[in-house]
């Protein structure tokens, strides 16, 4: 089955402006983490949520996680034309042990515009 | 701040040959893993190797993939017979404790003519 299937595909805003993404999974989940990665570079781990947390915060990063609806946002604030990047929600599905692999969704392609 | 480091960056190679990608994970951690993304595509599972054994790999992780760690600081994947289907950036990941964030490098990019 198919996890962490973030939505929009892609997002063009101007700086300055706040960007909105979301993620959607179908499991029962240990963790969810939010990673980013610059074309063609590797990814950079940005913060990682428990399934009995409901928001985090890192910076300009607010991260939120609904085990209800089995979703999660990922809010940038204030973005800069740095922030351009393409970001994934990554599950770890509960019951898995600790060394369980990552489940990677498709991925927002973020563009932010001076 | 340690990071996973990945050689070589880039590697062109035959189809049939064999390639091996090396990775040096962050050097306290304990459990180390291979994805690949096909361009455009999703970052997938391959491989998890944890106290010196593989823990669990994907249906992608056929016999012709091995891991291994020869000498406790670097790892490698071994592809022996290689594809044009296992074009692909291939990133390292290490993670220090259970339910911690894994770390990747900046990957390999795997290109077989």
């Known amino acids: 089955s198919q996890q962490g299937e973030e939505d929009p595909q892609a997002l063009s805003i101007q700086e300055g402006e706040n960007a909105t993404m979301n993620c959607s999974y179908k499991t029962s989940i240990n963790n969810l983490q939010w990673y980013r990665q610059n074309s063609g570079r590797g990814l950079v781990h940005l913060i990682l949520i428990r399934s009995n947390e409901r928001e985090k915060h890192s910076g300009r990063l607010r991260v939120t996680l609904d085990t209800s609806k089995k979703s999660s946002s990922l809010l940038i604030t204030a973005s800069r034309a740095a922030d351009t990047a393409s970001y994934f929600c990554?599950?770890?599905?509960?019951?898995?042990?600790?060394?369980?692999?990552?489940?990677f969704g498709a991925g927002t392609r973020l563009a932010v515009h001076p | 701040e340690p990071e996973v480091t990945q050689t070589p960056s880039h590697q062109v190679t035959q189809m049939g040959q064999e390639v091996i990608l090396r990775c040096v994970p962050i050097?306290?951690?304990?459990?180390f893993y291979w994805y690949r993304q096909i361009l455009g595509q999703k970052v997938e599972f391959l491989v998890s190797f944890y106290n010196n054994e593989i823990s669990e790999k994907s249906e992608i992780f056929d016999d012709q993939f091995s891991v291994e760690r020869p000498d406790g600081s670097n790892f490698t994947l071994k592809i022996r017979s290689t594809k044009l289907e296992d074009s692909a950036m291939y990133f390292c990941a290490s993670m220090g404790q259970a339910d911690q964030p894994q770390h990747f490098g900046d990957g390999t990019r795997l290109s077989i003519l």
């Open positions: 050097s306290n951690h304990l459990y």
């Open positions: 990554a599950t770890k599905e509960k019951f898995s042990g600790g060394y369980n692999k990552l489940i």
